[in-house]
């Protein structure tokens, strides 16, 4: 590659990056976009990068090019159609180079050199050289059953697998532009749920494989990257992590983040035990199994994709303006009988020397007013680069892939940066041992932005603050008298500290002066030795270890309430976890006759050990460098560390016998023994059998022409979940400090209580299934119904506070998942113009049939204060995880006769307050009052994705929903409370009650509402569809295939449309990754918009 | 390498990677196994400390335990966004709920102490009384604090398993629970050392309960038993008994009242004093203090942890209650007279405002009809501006050398000497009328404020009222108030009196959600909350 190509590169990528913002900001009408992004730079260190490893490829794999002739044709198809990317080898020489646009081809060979053409989804040829053109046709395989597929330990073609297989192949993943892999299957697949609960850059994403199966356990699938189980130390429940009273560390980076999902070649979801059960006590809630992207054999492969995009706020909540916040502050204080000296502002009929009027502030300072929604979203840039180079041999292949993402948030202070490298590298040492070799290194800088989690404090998260926060500046009379605006540079709190007692600091100064940083860096690596042994039987023996480091670092200014007091406060935490795995496995493939065997079978171990450490300082002399120093902390709270860890060892087994190619039989062992359970249960086995009937080999069946395949599968099996922190069996002696005589002793307190029998969950379930190819995969469908039970439920049960303890660890208790799901898909057009459809349907029902001793019990409080303090999530025999259980109300008191009437069932009954239902007729409002309210999980979820291709355009896009599933609205707790202490959405003051007949909506506004009893007021339908993803791709035709082999430009727009009742940001909303308390919204990070425009170039 | 030497590897492999002695076994490296524990007499005085620990936290005393009451009386003027503010409604907030969990823990603690430590042979004597003694006496502040926040409440006297004991337990009744805390005061009087002189105490154990602490609080159970809650008025003589045995230990020299009455408050040298009897330990480290000085010293001023907030002060028509010359609101030692803000600005409380002021800039100060809020600037002769303000700011919780609110070293008094001397004159009135005892002590308290003592000649009635008011004025701001008016019967309708109205059902706190959602046992909530 030379220097001019290179310029080109540059040049194009400058101008696109130049274009997209400029038009960016006129199709968006938007101000100034920061431009923190040195593209320049970028692109440099990336040229230097490709240059260093295209000569270290160069050295390693330079082949000799003896000038022979120069063989030149076209591949087509039956049809006639060319067919463009197909892979030619030369057998004899091991060159390799694929077909263009056009289909054409050209390579060197030697006469009768035998050139082999492999393309997907075709038979492989192969053509010995005769001359020097070489036009060739393949026909097309029988793609969906030729396809090979990964499972657990190993891989198996599709036409042979009993168990319920759901893959994703990088050629759908490209379809959408996305920053994480689970990004990429929402939508895509049935009995896969997945779910954005936080929008930040960065963060978690939850997936949830048929239904909920555990209350505590954790419903996160086991990830198997390349073979090797990824242990998310943070998965479950866990007793690691850093504790800090009143700062809880927020939102961690998803692990999965680390990926690049440009890196991945396939993406294959095991879903039934039949799938899992290898997977022993990991498998029950299923298993993603990724496999990153290997080098093909044939000519080496440069690719480079650039994209850009830029996201901003899909919608705005209309809340009161500055004049309505102060009329609406005077209601509340009239309403409450208070003298109106006593109002927080001046009503123009009173003359006040201390303050100015109402209209005095709006007519001589009209700069008064706020839009907090406009001070803190942003339009935000993402960049993302990615550059790969693969190629091989007959003996080995190699693949390097480089990545670097920059993605801003749509709220102020947010960000997430991830690089990361990935090398894989396979060889044939001689003709018995086989090496594979991998190694992903990456790093990723999250700046989090305080969202959901802490709710004690009065600010509680920047999004509740933006919307609450009073839409107007302090103003005060100065000494000529003319009103004049406090200054926000200054320290507010020393003129006004009412104010910031109130209402917390204003929301900037948590996106601008408080900041907490993550900082990831994941190396996941391994080595695989493949021996062959004899023929059929193979050893593997593989070393694998994935390591994580992670920093958080926090630093709270006096200007927010958090550090206000304490001057100041910085807390540095560390995590540092490594874990190592061995696994043995030996395969055994024969074929004897109508009889075919395939076996594995193996010993693994692996060993984790995570080590925390964090360290909190506070009164600094001032805010400047935050967490950078906390030696200039003036006092220091006790360094905290932990250590923890954890071993699993197990015996595993699998056998495929396929008889007559027809009737299939896959039995599978698993015998997992864990060091977190306790001494009366460290062993547990599991193991699923399955059969399958291939009816489409059936004479009676071939003979139909229309049935290309036609499959039957059952199956039964148990899989386990042991996703409890370590340790969580055994009482705890921990050591604290108190003083007596103001010094600091020595002190322990009894921190756990003891259970000598916990174990894992164990998950049963029986799946039966059907495949369906039509008209040689013109339509295609699969159809699962399974039933799953999940006995020993891993519960961390509230205890009465009055046992001296908040909880324990216990298992007890059944839940039952029940479903159904629908693959469809197909061809309605193949021409000239393709049209590809795949649409999947998913219903699942979720119910608790047993609790143990508990008749009834509830998941966690919301938050702390704030109305939060209320935990409506009900567990009890019958209902579904994620019941809601609230008070009915019944309206709005209209008249003084109607509330007296009432007090004698609702002591508090006022004429303009709500009016709750007595369900039980008892004739007195209390606890036992409330009933199923609503029910955050949904009827069923569904997507629809589309896909069309005419000469070089594509275009594809994807609708996606979720019907019925309730939210709980947590934001209209304050919005709904009308006492004039915060800013409320215009609608709800307009239809505030003011005398008799005038709302049944909504209450009195009135300084003494307290927090009004958890009712269905709060929950909300959650139901919505969504335009998720539309994208337009061009591919460009290279006039000299001399310096690039292919290009394609793509747009791509995300969260286009969303049709939905819900009255928050956002439907797709979940404040908590404990899955027993889904669909809550408390301010989360709202979903943004977002338009891409990108570029793919191979070379 | 041939397939011989493959399968070797294999096979050691997995041998060398399993099977050890302690295969799949936990290895513990962050905490300790309770088996393990209560082995030596460090152990075990760790172990009582622990108990102590559970007192200063974000459930108690750090702030819920004196928020939800600073005020619940008619003495302090607090801002609108303090506890209830103005409106005084507190359904819902985080600081009323969590004191029920704060409490149980202690009792939990203390019960672990008492099973793990009753049956340990290798403490001499003294020392194994000293800790089981401070359990006993923990364990009763607790449920005597459970009681008159709560009413009727469970009882636990053995530490939970959840091997053998069922989770679910009912309330009993109020007279019950005061019961079980007057009978652990009583072990903890016989096992704990009469002063920090005595037994195994030495000064480095001052803050822990001595004999005397013990007697003293099962006085004040017994005041709660005789007043209004229970009406049981035969506890009157059972609470002048205990108070006599407070007083005898006097006799001897310790306890004894301080000869200046801010010398409680000073929380450099307060733990060193006589009078306090039992106090919550504060210190000026991390979460180990309350956050008290912050709310009640002048705004923005340097005389708290993390600065002062201004939040609360005296009610002026309070202080107008006082006599004059009385030494417990004298301006300078007991009530800020002038400060100046961490800006330089200079303050003066009104009455002190200097002589020098020739007239009025303006005028800010505000009647909100809860009382008077802000400063007036006032123009001083030689042209400087200073502010005025109406507001009474104490100064019982200072602590001028703490930078940070949780670090505060200023203990939350308990029990002092003084409230055992009222409580006697108050109950030998109940029993036998305005006796000399009764004079005695109520003099004693007013010799020390530099009144002039009650000549002898009351009736009952007005011994009473004298002794009433003179609770009021000894023990403002210390949290005694609102447990005062609900032992007398008057806490409805003082407050309203008051300006402050409260509701019947507020007289009583509202215990956690999680003990009715996790207690089958109880299934509502104290009613209205």
Redesign the interface.
Known sequence: MNRTKWRVICNIAEFLNDFFLKFHNYAFNLGEIPHNICFWQLVIFMKNLLKMLIILVMTLYSVAATAQINVTGTVTDEKGETLIGVTILNKNSEEGVVTDVFGAYSITASMNDVLEFNYIGFETKELVITGNTADITLSEASELLSEVVVVGYGTTRKSDLTGSVSSVKSEDLAKTTITTLEQGLQGRLAGVNVTQGDAAPGAGISIEIRGTNSVLGGNEPLYVIDGIPITNPAAGQSSLGASE??NQIISNTNVLATLSPSDIESIEILKDASATAIYGSRGANGVVLITTKKGKEGVGQISLNISQGYSSIINKIELLNAEEFMNYQNEAYNN?D??V??WLWAPDTLAN??RPTISEILSLRPDVEVDWQDEVYQTSVMSDYQLGFSGGSKKGSYSVMLNYLDQGGIIRGSQFRRGGLRTNLDYDINE??HVTGNLAVTRSQNSLIRTTTNT?QTAGGIVRSVLNYRPLLSTERN?DGAVQLVDFGDDE??DD??IF??YGANPLRYTDEVTEQQNFTRIIGGVNTG?K?FDGLS?D?RLAANYIDRKNNTYYPRTVPEG????GLAVVSSNEFVNLI?E?LLRYNTTLGKHRVEAVAG?T?ETNRDYWITN?A??FADDELAYFALQTG?????TR???????L?SVLGRVNYILSEKYLFTGTFRYD????FATNN?FAPFYSLAFAWRASEEEFIKRIDAISNLKLRLSYGESGNQAVG??QS??????????????????????R???NNLRWETTSQLNAGLDIELWNGRIFSTINYYTKSTDDLLQL??????????N?L?NAGTIQNKGFELELGGYPIRKDLTWQVGGNFSINRNKITDLGE??R??AG?LG??E?L???PFIQQVGLPIGAVFGYREDGIFQTEEEAEAYQDIQ??AVVGQIRYKDTNGDMTI???DRVVIGDVNPDYVWGLNNSFSWKGFDMSFLFQGVAGADIINTLNIRFHNLDGRRNIPLNVYENAWRGEGTSNDFRQVN??N??SLFSDRFVEDGSYIRLKNIQLGYNLTPKNTNWFSSARLYVNAINVLTFTNYSGYDPEVSAFSNSAMKGVDLGNYPQARTIIFGANLRF | MNIKTLLTCLLLTILTTGCGDNFLEEEVYTFQAPKDYYTNENEVVAAVNGIYDALMTWELWVQPAWVAIALENDDMLGLDWVSGGYTGIQNGTWYVERPWKGFYQVVNRANNVIDRVTPIDFLDEDRKNAALGQAYFLRGYCYYEIGRWFGDAPIRTKSYDPATDSPDIARKPLAEVYAQAAADFEQAGELLPSSYISGTYTDADRGRPTAPSAYGMQTKVYMHMAGAELGQTEFYAQAIAAAQKVVEFANAGYPALETEYMTNFDQATQDEGSEILFSIQATQAPNEGPELPGYYTPGNTGFAGGGGIGAISMREDFYDTFEDDDKRVSFGTAIFDEWKDLTGVQFYQFRTLPSTVVGIVSEDVIDNGFGRFGNNRYELMDGSVVRGTPRYYIKKYIDDQSQVKDENGSNPIILRYADVLLMLAEAENEVNGPSGTAYDALNQIRQRAGLPGIEMGLGADQFREAVRIERRHELYAEFQRRWDLRRWGTWVETMNAANRPRLEYQRLFPIAPEEIAANAMIDANNPGW
């Open positions: 009273p009143n409450a208070l003298p000296e006593s020397p201390a018995r041992i004690t000494e709190r020393l500290p009412s007692q109130l021996i042994i050893a023996i206000f007091g304490l001057n061995n043995n010993f171990y909190e506070r009164d003036l006092s220091h709270v006790p560390t932990n250590t923890a860890k954890w071993e060892a023994g864990s060091s977190k460290k370590p340790y055994l009482a705890t002696i921990e050591g604290v400090t108190t003083s007596f005589n103001n010094q600091l002793v020595p002190a322990i307190v009894e921190g209580l003891q259970n049960i509230t205890l009465a506070p009055s046992t001296g303890f908040a324990a216990i508990v008749d019990q509830f409080a702390a204060g109305g303090t209320v935990a002591p508090n209390d606890d036992k300084l003494n307290g927090n």
